[in-house]
């Protein structure tokens, strides 16, 4: 069956980084646009980043722009996010998301917390 797992998620001082994996299966992973979205408590679920289907084309949210960078291996079925300069606003349970035009898939998410 269809799976999404991240991983990397956990506990970080403002300023430092962190790196998200979301290792997919039961799906054609290369034939999909990879995502990763966030929520924080209290708000609604927002789009972080996009990756198109051979990771050559890239898109961000104005507010992790220069410090977030998303990309994807197709060998290794797996998407990442690494996120530099991390700020308490960033804290939130973020889920990676596979889309193509008929067919939409997430994960369970993963808890990332900045803080002192």
């Known amino acids: 069956q269809v799976q999404l797992v991240e991983s990397g998620g956990g506990l970080v001082q403002p300023g430092g980084s962190l790196r998200l994996s979301c290792a997919a299966s039961g799906f054609t992973f290369r034939f999909y646009t990879m995502n990763w979205y966030r929520q924080a408590p209290g708000k609604e679920r927002e789009w972080v980043a996009r990756?198109?289907?051979?990771?050559?084309?890239?898109n961000y949210a104005d507010s992790v722009k220069g410090r977030f960078t998303i990309s994807r291996d197709n060998a290794k079925n797996t998407v990442y996010l690494q996120m530099n300069s991390l700020k308490p606003e960033d804290t939130a349970v973020y889920y990676c998301n596979a889309r193509n035009d008929v067919s939409s898939y997430w994960g369970q998410g993963t808890q990332v917390t900045v803080s002192s």
């Open positions: 990756v198109n289907t051979l990771g050559g084309s890239t």
